[in-house]
Nanobody, 133 residues
């Protein structure tokens, strides 16, 4: 089991930027043969939790939801046990609670992009992002 703690949320005007961080309680395998998927999800009031970006822990392949592609960047610093989400050109519809999540190891890196939400077993507590127009 991995404990995940997000930070970096806040209030920003439309067009602004935020950088979210997610720190894991232990190191995550960076082996391509034993990779896990790490992801950022968001949940707006009254809506389902949706994946916005993810990446395998074994390489730097990234997947983005179409609504954030070109504006958000997911990255990871394995040495710091930290995953990031750089969010630029924020829009009102980006508002919500942002969660980081990780799957168990053993997910092929090429399956990460389409991994179902139910496959993520460890979640952070979330960080609120508010965007005013």
């Amino acid at each position: 089991q991995v404990q995940l703690v997000e930070s970096g949320g806040g209030s920003v005007q439309a067009g602004g930027s935020l950088r979210l961080s997610c720190v894991a309680s232990r190191s995550i395998s960076t082996s391509l043969s034993n990779s896990a998927c790490m992801a950022w999800f968001r949940q707006a009031p009254g809506k389902e939790r949706e994946m916005v970006a993810n990446m395998p822990t074994g390489n730097s392949f990234t997947t983005y939801d179409a609504s954030v592609k070109g504006r958000f960047t997911i990255s990871r610093d394995a040495a710091k046990k930290t995953m990031y989400l750089q969010m630029n050109a924020l829009k009102a519809e980006d508002a919500g609670i942002y969660y980081c999540a990780i799957s168990p190891a053993g997910v092929a890196w090429y399956d990460c992009g389409a991994l179902d939400r139910s496959r993520y077993t460890d979640w952070g507590q979330g960080t609120q992002v508010t965007v005013s127009s």
